[in-house]
C-alpha cells in the first residue's frame, strides 16, 4: 500500500504543528515510518487520504466502542448542534447523562464532567488531595493518566515511547509528591506507604493497565490495594478512562469486584466527543467546588454538543448488555486466532487480555508490570505494525498500548486480521 498522500500530508502539518501531530503517539515515532492519514470512517473501517480501507483496532484510543459514525450519536449530535452548542450555563442534559453515569457505575453517588482523560485525573488528585488533607501520591511505573506534571514520572503510553517518561517541564517540587511503585508488586507499594506514612493522599492507577500494552492485575493485587488504603486513610483512585463503560457496562469495578474511592472516566463517555469525568461516594464529591473548598473549573464543561453525544453512546451501552459480551467473544478469538498462527511461525510472543483490551507483546516471559514489558523485541513489534499495516490493518503503532476492539468488527473481519498476520511471518 503506497501512502503518498499521507506523506505530502504529514511534511505539511510538521511546518506548523510540533511533530506534524496533536498527540505523540500518532507520530509513528515508535515504530517508524510516516503516519497514515484518514480522512474518514464508519462502522470498523478507516478510509485513509491515499484511499485505502483499513481494518480499525483503536477505535479513537477506545471511545468509539460502537464503531465509528454510530448514527445514534450522529444523530445526537446533529440535533443538538443546531440548537447551540455551549452556553456556559447549566442544562438538563447534563443531569440526564450524570444520572445515567452514575446508575451504571457502583459505588458512586456523584459525578463532575470535564474535556478530557487528563484533566478527570488531574482533579481526582486534587480533590483527594483536598479530602485528606495529605499531598503525596502513589503511581505505578508504566500506568498513564494523561499529561498532567504529577503524572509524568514514569508514565506509560506516547510518554514511553518517548523515553522520557519523566517528561521536562516537570519540577522537582511536583515530582517530590509522586511515588512510584511497580504494578503488581505489592510489596513495592507497602515499602513506600511504610516510608511516608500519614503523608499519602492517594494510590492511583488503571486497574487493568493498558499503557503499557494491556496488562492485567494479578490475583490478589487490588484486592490489597484496597487493604492498604483502607488501613491507612488513603483513597484508592481507579484511572477508567480506558476500561470505564469498556469492560463492563460498570467497568472494573463491576467485571473485577472491587470498590475505588474515585473513579476517573473518558473516552467512551464522550461518544467520540471530548469529555471526562470524575465521580465518587458523595461525602468526598461534596468538597468539590462550588460546594466545598477544592477548585476545579472548564469552559465547556457539559457542553450540551458532548453531553448528548455521551448521553446517545452511554444510552446504547445500558440498553445493550450483549454488546460487551459481543466484544468479549470476538476479541477472544483475535487473541485464540493470533497467538496460534504466531505458535505455528515459531514467533516468541505473549498475548494479554481482559474483555476487548489485549495487547501482543514479542516476549518470551510474562508481561507483568513496565520492565517485562520493555524487554519485549520492538523490533518484531515494528515488523508486525508495518506488515499488517501493509495486509489492511491499522493496530495501534506502539507496543506500551492496547487494541481497542469495537462492536461494528465483525467475524470475517476478525478472520482476515488472523489471515494478515500468516503473511507478515
Ligand atoms: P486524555 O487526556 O488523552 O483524554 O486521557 C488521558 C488518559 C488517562 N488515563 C488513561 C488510562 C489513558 O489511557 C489516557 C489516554 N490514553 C491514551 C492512549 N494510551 C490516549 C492516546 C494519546 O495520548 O494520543
Known amino acids: 500500500m503506497i501512502y503518498q498522500r499521507s506523506s505530502a500530508l504529514f511534511e505539511a502539518a510538521k511546518k506548523v504543528i510540533p511533530g506534524g501531530v496533536n498527540s505523540p503517539v500518532r507520530a509513528f515515532n515508535a515504530v517508524g515510518g510516516t503516519p497514515v492519514f484518514v480522512k474518514s470512517a464508519?462502522?470498523?473501517?478507516?478510509?485513509?487520504e491515499d484511499d485505502h480501507r483499513l481494518i480499525d483496532y483503536i477505535?479513537?484510543?477506545g471511545p468509539l466502542i460502537l464503531g465509528h459514525a454510530y448514527s445514534p450519536v450522529i444523530d445526537a449530535i446533529k440535533n443538538t448542534a443546531e440548537k447551540g452548542t455551549s452556553f456556559g450555563i447549566p442544562t438538563a442534559v447534563e443531569t440526564d447523562i450524570a444520572n445515567l453515569a452514575v446508575s451504571m457505575v457502583p459505588n458512586i453517588d456523584k459525578i463532575r464532567f470535564v474535556n478530557s482523560g487528563t484533566e478527570a485525573c488531574m482533579s481526582a488528585v486534587r480533590l483527594a488531595r483536598g479530602f485528606t488533607a495529605k499531598e503525596k501520591i502513589i503511581k505505578f511505573a508504566g500506568c498513564y493518566h494523561g499529561h498532567s506534571d504529577a503524572f509524568l514520572i514514569?508514565?506509560?503510553?506516547?510518554?514511553?515511547?518517548?523515553?522520557?517518561?519523566?517528561?521536562p517541564g516537570v519540577t522537582k517540587g511536583t515530582a517530590k509528591d509522586t511515588l512510584l511503585a511497580r504494578y503488581n508488586d505489592i510489596d513495592s507499594v507497602k515499602a513506600l506507604?511504610?516510608?511516608?506514612?500519614?503523608?499519602?493522599?492517594c494510590i492511583i492507577l488503571e486497574p487493568v493497565a493498558g499503557n503499557m500494552g494491556c496488562i492485567i492485575p494479578q490475583a490478589g493485587f487490588l484486592e490489597e490495594l484496597r487493604s492498604i488504603c483502607d488501613a491507612n486513610g488513603i483513597l484508592l483512585v481507579f484511572d477508567e478512562v480506558m476500561t470505564g463503560f469498556r469492560l463492563a457496562a460498570g467497568g472494573a469495578q463491576e467485571c473485577l469486584g472491587i470498590n475505588a474511592d474515585i473513579v476517573t472516566f473518558g473516552k467512551v463517555i464522550g461518544g467520540g466527543l471530548p469529555v471526562g469525568a470524575f465521580a465518587a461516594r458523595s461525602e468526598i464529591m461534596s468538597y468539590l467546588a462550588p460546594e466545598g473548598p477544592v477548585y476545579q473549573a472548564g469552559t465547556l464543561s457539559g457542553n450540551p454538543l458532548a453531553m448528548n453525544a455521551g448521553l446517545a453512546m452511554l444510552t446504547a451501552l445500558n440498553?445493550?448488555?450483549?454488546?460487551?459480551?459481543?466484544?468479549?467473544?470476538?476479541?477472544a478469538l483475535l487473541a485464540k486466532g493470533i497467538a496460534e498462527v504466531l505458535t505455528e511461525k515459531g514467533v516468541v510472543h505473549t498475548i494479554n487480555r481482559l474483555g476487548s483490551m489485549m495487547s501482543v507483546h514479542f516476549s518470551e516471559e510474562p508481561v507483568v508490570d513496565f520492565d517485562s514489558a520493555s524487554r519485549a523485541n520492538n523490533d518484531t513489534f515494528k515488523k508486525y505494525f508495518h506488515g499488517m499495516l501493509k495486509e489492511g490493518v491499522y493496530l495501534p503503532p506502539s507496543a506500551f498500548e492496547s487494541y481497542f476492539l469495537n462492536?461494528?468488527?465483525?467475524?470475517a473481519d476478525i478472520d482476515f486480521t488472523i489471515e494478515a498476520v500468516k503473511k507478515v511471518f
Open 319 to 331: 440498553e445493550n448488555p450483549n454488546v460487551f459480551k459481543s466484544l468479549e467473544e470476538k476479541t
Open 42 to 48: 464508519i462502522g470498523a473501517y478507516l478510509q485513509t
Open 193 to 201: 506507604v511504610q516510608a511516608n506514612q500519614e503523608e499519602i493522599a
Open 154 to 167: 514514569q508514565a506509560g503510553s506516547g510518554a514511553v515511547t518517548f523515553g522520557s517518561p519523566s517528561s
Open 59 to 61: 477505535s479513537s484510543w
Open 407 to 411: 462492536d461494528a468488527l465483525s467475524y
